[in-house]
């Protein structure tokens, strides 16, 4: 499914009462439609997801839960969300679903809430191997208030170290254990981690925030069966708006939802809400699942593309969106190759290697997917990457190449 022209009648609003601001909205839209995005955490909403969330629903206060409110005039949201919860519930195969999370991070917060007191223990990938900020470090709420036991990847094969994960849970007997990464290229293996929470007596907390798009589509195995409490984001391969998700079982339902509210967050923001029923609603087609698989088949060229070119591709290529590698054998490191590549018109994300402190690349292709890229372009990228790292292609030639490229692909044509 590619997403057609943002309407533009708001924007005449805009440009109209405040000419400036509508400048640089203007002008961000031109950057992403002119540049390629290959950060993998990001994507291109289609128009009827930004239609809700720049819908009135934003002017609406809603603390609680529908019906159960602490604002009157609620009955017409209370609509929206039980709509984005049921189709939430359908789309996972879910118990329960909280859709209120402001964003991943707030819906990790509320899960360690739900389960865990300040000073329990919680194994979880180390952020030098593909840990998110929440899963432990010492500038986030996550390694101020808990005991994080990292575990990590294999030095040499990049994958989850499970002899690790085994053995620190047998050493440590974790409150909760927490499996999901920002940068890991393979799927998960739920059960193994089921089996080693069952063992140590731990709850199984999943962050999926970046598998949960192909989840949705089939194109990657459910940790809905496995985990006792799964949080997501919704704008990444999901395609939703920017914000959060939680699903988990009968049992810890009221948990959570307390967990989310009033514990954690103040009111819902309903217009965020609707434009994550509208998302949900997308990602159930038949359209959707087509794009969830070729979001994957585009990577894996990509991944393989690069590794023809001389990256060092981690793990050998990718399962999922996302892909990361070393372009040190391009001469140059990852950060120096982010700042080029960004020049060329090439935006990603630098990310942790499974070797050494030295930066990898990490590049996602959700966003191309949804322009309607296929294969054959994603090797023109692969080439492209590698030439400019390598120096035989100037940034200002590569800067009119990607604009050639994503304009045979607008994000919103018309
Ligand atoms: C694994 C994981 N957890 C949590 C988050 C946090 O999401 P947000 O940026 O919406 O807070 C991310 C974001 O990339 C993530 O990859």
């Known amino acids: 499914m590619s997403v057609t022209h943002a309407p533009a009648a708001d924007a005449d609003v805009l440009r109209r009462q405040d000419p400036e601001l509508a400048e640089i909205l203007l002008a961000e839209h031109h950057r ?11 994507n291109f909403t289609s128009p009827a997801v930004l239609a809700a969330l720049g819908s009135p629903l934003a002017n609406k206060y809603a603390e609680g839960y529908p019906g159960a409110r602490h604002h009157g005039g609620c009955e017409i949201v209370d609509v929206a969300e039980r709509l984005a919860v049921q189709r939430a519930k359908a789309l996972f195969g879910a118990e329960h679903a909280n859709v209120q999370p402001h964003s991943g991070s707030s819906a990790v917060l509320a899960a360690y809430a739900a389960l865990l007191r300040p000073g329990d223990t919680v194994l979880a990938l180390g952020l030098p191997h593909g840990g998110h900020l929440t899963h432990g470090s010492p500038a986030n709420f996550s390694g101020r208030w808990f005991e994080f036991v990292a575990y990590g990847v294999d030095a040499e094969t990049g994958l989850m170290d499970h002899d690790q994960v085994r053995t620190l849970a047998r050493l440590h007997r974790p409150k909760a254990i927490v499996c999901g990464s920002i940068a890991y ?16 007596g731990a709850y199984l907390i999943a962050d999926a925030a970046h598998p949960i798009g192909l989840v949705a589509g089939g194109a990657a195995p459910s940790p809905v069966p496995y985990a006792d409490i799964v949080c997501a984001t919704t704008h990444k ?67 393989a593309g690069l590794a023809a070119e001389g990256l060092v591709v981690t793990t050998g290529g990718t399962d999922t969106h996302l892909l990361t590698a070393d372009p040190a054998p391009l001469g140059v490191d990852g950060r120096t190759a982010r700042g080029r590549l960004a020049a060329a018109g090439l935006v990603l994300d630098c990310c942790a290697l499974p070797h050494g402190d030295a930066r990898g690349l990490r590049l996602g292709t959700a966003a191309v997917t949804t322009q309607g890229m296929g294969e054959g372009e994603m090797g023109t990228v692969a080439g492209l990457l590698a030439g400019v790292l390598r120096g035989e292609v100037e940034a200002a030639e590569s800067r009119e190449r990607v604009r050639d490229l994503a304009t045979a692909f607008p994000p919103y044509p018309g």
């Open 237 to 303: 391969v999901l395609r939703g708006p920017r914000g959060g998700m939680i699903l988990c079982g009968s049992e810890l339902a009221e948990r959570v939802d307390r967990a989310v509210f009033p514990f954690t967050q103040g009111g819902a923001q309903m217009h965020t809400i609707a434009a994550k029923a509208v998302a949900f609603g997308e990602a159930a087609t038949d359209a959707f699942a087509g794009y969830a698989h070729r979001v994957v088949a585009n990577a894996r060229v990509l991944a």
């Open 32 to 42: 992403q439609s002119t540049t390629l995005q290959l950060i993998a955490a990001e």
């Open 185 to 200: 290229p393979r799927h998960i293996d739920h059960a193994f981690f089921r089996e080693v929470a069952d063992e140590a």
